[in-house]
Structure formats: C-alpha cells, structure tokens
C-alpha cells in the first residue's frame, strides 16, 4: 500500500479532550501522565492495527489527544481503558465517522 492509499484508508478520528490544572499548558506532572498515556496508547492502537495515534495539543488549559484509523468504535475499543484511567477531569472524547474535510462526516460525544 502507498502512502498515498493509506492515508486515503484512514479516516475516522478519535479525539479526546481533557482539562488541566491550570489557564495554559497544565501542570508537569500532568504533562508526565499525559506523556505515559501516549505511549501506552501508541502500543495498544499498533498491536490491535486499529490506526495510529497521532499525538497532542496543549493549551488553554487543557490537551487533546489525535488518533486515526478506519473505524472509529475499533479505535475508541482499543483507547478506552487508557483515555479513562487518565484523572483529569472534566474530559470527553469525539468519534468522528469520516475525514475532517468531508461534510457529510458525523460525530459522537462521549463524556469520560
């Protein structure tokens, strides 16, 4: 498979929002945890070939975490147990059935 085709297979997003402790990038602990969960999150998404996690975004006092692959409920399946072990709270996470450029894509919330 290409790059070109894999990218086109990969579609749905799993994306997770979680608040911090404070107005900008939370604290450094919190950062560590983060940190720890991405790992582990990359092991599990690869070992069950469910996609990839893409990585983070910090600020305004919170982070979101990206991940990708070609069915959104397999991909949340597999994230589950470690997006919900993270103690920050409030969070939630979007299923997103589709690319971010289709319009017709919808969406699920979950609250965590």
Known sequence: MTDTEEAVA?????IAHYRLADDDFGEPSQRDVVRQAQFLLTEAIEQAEAGEFDGNEYGGGKVVLYAYGPDADALFAVMAPILHDLPF??????????????????EDRIDL
């Open 10 to 14: 990969i579609e749905h997003a799993v």
């Open 89 to 106: 709270r409030p969070a939630h996470v979007i299923l997103r059935y589709g690319s971010a450029d289709d319009p017709s894509a919808s």
